[in-house]
């Protein structure tokens, strides 16, 4: 039986990132675009709904938020993480990565330190030089093909060197929930651990939270602050429907920010410097949190079935390429090593070769090396597609 996202819609010629500038980040034609983190489908029609309704209106003034888009949000965050909020922590922002700017600008201090876990999204890189800060890298473990924290690396971060002679710098720990690329859901125990470390050291923790809503089966999200009140008081997490319903060009996001010292220097930080959002991508927000659970379910169904999909298939035509299996997003790690090519060569061959644009593993840092990033929320037609061009790509190699 077809499905709602088995349809086709052409994204060229509409200045879609991921298609009509693909040949310009890999310098080659004829590319199936399966890098770029959104989907090659509509979203929902409540959310098209509410936008024609309020372009129809005709004005677009400056426009905030307003109270019923927070109690949405707030009843969201309930309803789908059984984390209870409250409306005054909660701040708008046009994107999670500016977001993150923000927030590194707002309670660091040229020269401070800031924790990564690499392999990670790459912007994250971005965020610490940008704002004048160090990184600290706490690479994850790959462990029989599954990733996990390494936390007696990270709280050796915080021991200082006698030689050094100096007090440690760390004021802030990026991390990624569900983790984006290597699809990790953390669990309870896991944020525990992470969390009491980062407190011990005054260290505030900011986490990525926004491929909170992909969760395969058999899977608990868990949002970090939820874990202790402690934590609560000591983080800030970055929210948005932009993956989930696939409004990444609507610019609406939203940073849950409990302490009020510390919110207070994220608004500060923002004056001046970016919006809150658009008045169109908050109509959207309000409709997507409010009214499209059931789309979201049907969704996440389809997406479960590309990866099964996508497993087998990789397992039975790919036997040198290993699939991590994610517990969460629609982005799939592969383990391509033993192809036995380095960085430049694995990128090359599959944007020359196989004509596949997928994400280079060592865009994301330590640890990526010798993996690429296939983004999975595509018609299936599409997904089978990109994985026989690969398989053929293998198959001449030989």
């Known amino acids: ?72 949000i707030v009843e969201w965050v309930n309803r789908h993480y059984h984390w209870e909020i409250k409306p005054e922590w909660l701040v708008y922002i046009a994107g999670v990565v500016s977001a993150l700017n923000l927030a590194i600008k707002a309670v660091t201090s040229p020269g401070d330190e800031i924790i990564v876990q690499s392999p990670v999204y790459y912007p994250f890189f971005g965020a610490v030089k940008n704002n004048g800060a160090q990184l600290l890298n706490n690479q994850l473990l790959l462990v029989d093909q599954q990733y996990h924290m390494n936390f007696e690396h990270l709280a050796g971060l915080f021991k200082v060197k006698a030689e050094e002679r100096r007090q440690p710098r760390v004021k802030m720990a990026i991390l990624c929930n569900p983790h984006n690329p290597v699809g990790r859901v953390w669990t309870e125990e896991e944020l ?30 868990t949002p970090f602050a939820s874990v202790s009140p402690d934590f609560v008081q000591n983080s800030i997490t970055l929210l948005a429907p932009s993956k989930t319903f696939n409004i990444a060009g609507l610019n609406s ?42 789309w979201l379910e049907k969704q996440l169904s389809y997406l479960e079935s ?16 290993k699939a991590i299996k994610p517990e969460g997003s ?10 036995s090519l380095n960085g430049k060569e694995l990128n090359t061959f599959m944007a020359k070769r196989a004509k596949v644009a ?34 053929a790509a293998l198959s001449e190699r030989r």
């Open 1 to 72: 039986m077809s499905s709602i996202f088995d349809h086709i819609i052409e994204r060229r010629g509409t200045n879609s990132l991921k298609w009509d500038y693909c040949q310009q980040f890999f310098q080659t034609d004829d590319l199936l675009p399966m890098w770029v983190a959104d989907a090659d489908w509509s979203s929902p029609p409540e959310i098209i709904e509410a936008i024609v309704a309020r372009a129809k209106h005709g004005v677009f003034g400056y426009t905030r938020p307003g109270q019923e888009l927070d109690q949405v």
């Open 306 to 321: 590309n990866l099964d999909f996508a497993m087998d298939f990789i397992s039975s035509k790919m036997p040198l390429i």
């Open 253 to 294: 996001s939203l940073a849950i920010i409990p302490d009020q010292k510390t919110r207070k220097l994220f608004q500060q930080a923002g004056e001046g410097f970016t919006p809150a959002g658009n008045i169109l991508g908050f109509e959207a927000m309000k409709a997507a949190y409010s009214r499209c659970d059931y």
């Open 330 to 339: 629609y982005l799939l790690w592969l383990d391509c090593r033993q192809l």
């Open 192 to 221: 525990r651990r992470f969390g009491e470390i980062c407190l011990e050291h005054g260290v505030l923790v900011v986490t990525d939270e926004i491929h909170a809503d992909f969760i395969y089966t058999g899977q608990k999200f």
């Open 358 to 391: 997928l994400d280079p593993g060592d865009w994301f840092g330590p640890g990526g090396e010798g993996f690429m990033r296939i983004n999975i929320a595509c018609p299936r037609s599409l997904l089978k597609e990109g994985l026989e061009r690969i398989a």
